[in-house]
């Protein structure tokens, strides 16, 4: 008699595909960009800044810029990214009091800094006369620290907004991410005014 034989097969599970870890979230990764390019923005215009330095021939020059004022508005918008991180972990905390608390500080911190800017401005222009039209220097100034002005302003408006949707429950410790990228952004404008502070008001003068 022919002996029959029979082989057993054994299948394996097949693993599940390899996905690369993703770092970031798209719409992380959009904010990313934008903030890059803002670096590249800002960065034109402090090195326009620079290499016009020392080229005026009339006044005013950099030396009317009042330090005393500029560093006190820059304690309140330094001061504000420690407020917008502190609203950003209670948001993640659940603590929606705190949330509200720590970010209308932000918002007023940001208020502070905007009207100091308008102090210094009315000052400059009713006091010592210094236009964006009078000379290379109020030209370059007014553009630079303007632009980041309005940064700023935006800042507080997306602020703003942003208060308004955790009031309203569209924005919670679940649903985070417009909170964070907010912050992001208003810890981005402080770390450009730190650049911008050092250029124009130490090294500058």
Same mark, same amino acid.
Request: proline fraction near 5%.
């Given at each position: 008699?022919?002996?029959?034989?029979?082989?057993?097969?054994?299948?394996?599970?097949?693993?599940?595909?390899?996905?690369?870890?993703?770092?970031l979230s798209p719409?992380?990764?959009?904010?990313?960009?934008?903030l890059v390019s803002?670096?590249?923005?800002? $960065?034109?215009?402090?090195?326009?800044?620079?290499?016009?330095? $020392?080229?005026?021939?009339?006044?005013?020059?950099?030396?009317?810029?009042?330090?005393?004022?500029?560093?006190?508005?820059? =304690?309140?918008?330094?001061?504000?990214?420690?407020? !917008? *991180?502190?609203?950003?972990?209670?948001?993640r905390g659940g603590?929606?009091?705190? /949330?509200?608390?720590?970010?209308?500080?932000?918002?007023?911190?940001?208020?502070?800094?905007?009207?100091?800017? !308008?102090?210094?401005?009315?000052?400059?222009?009713?006091? *010592?006369?210094?236009?964006?039209?009078?000379?290379?220097?109020?030209?370059?100034?007014?553009? &630079?620290?303007?632009?980041?002005?309005?940064?700023?302003?935006?800042?507080? =408006? &997306?602020?703003?907004?942003?208060?308004?949707?955790?009031?309203?429950?569209?924005?919670?410790?679940?649903?985070?991410? !417009?909170?964070?990228?907010?912050?992001?952004?208003? *810890? /981005?404008?402080?770390?450009?005014?730190?650049?911008? /502070?050092?250029?124009?008001?130490?090294?500058?003068?």
């Amino acid at each position: 008699m022919a002996e029959t034989s029979s082989e057993t097969v054994v299948r394996l599970p097949v693993p599940p595909p390899i996905e690369p870890e993703q770092w970031l979230s798209p719409v992380q990764w959009g904010v990313v960009s934008f903030l890059v390019s803002e670096v590249a923005f800002f $960065g034109t215009l402090i090195a326009t800044y620079v290499s016009l330095l $020392g080229r005026e021939q009339s006044g005013p020059t950099p030396a009317v810029l009042s330090l005393p004022l500029v560093i006190g508005t820059t =304690v309140c918008l330094l001061a504000s990214s420690l407020t !917008a *991180h502190l609203a950003e972990r209670a948001l993640r905390g659940g603590s929606k009091s705190a /949330f509200v608390l720590w970010w209308s500080a932000t918002i007023a911190l940001g208020v502070v800094f905007l009207a100091g800017t !308008a102090y210094e401005w009315n000052e400059l222009i009713t006091v *010592h006369g210094l236009t964006i039209s009078r000379n290379v220097f109020g030209s370059t100034y007014y553009t &630079l620290v303007g632009f980041h002005a309005l940064h700023v302003t935006a800042g507080v =408006v &997306l602020l703003l907004v942003i208060l308004g949707l955790v009031v309203r429950g569209q924005v919670t410790a679940g649903r985070p991410v !417009a909170a964070e990228m907010t912050s992001w952004y208003w *810890h /981005f404008v402080d770390v450009v005014w730190v650049v911008v /502070f050092t250029v124009v008001y130490l090294v500058g003068r």
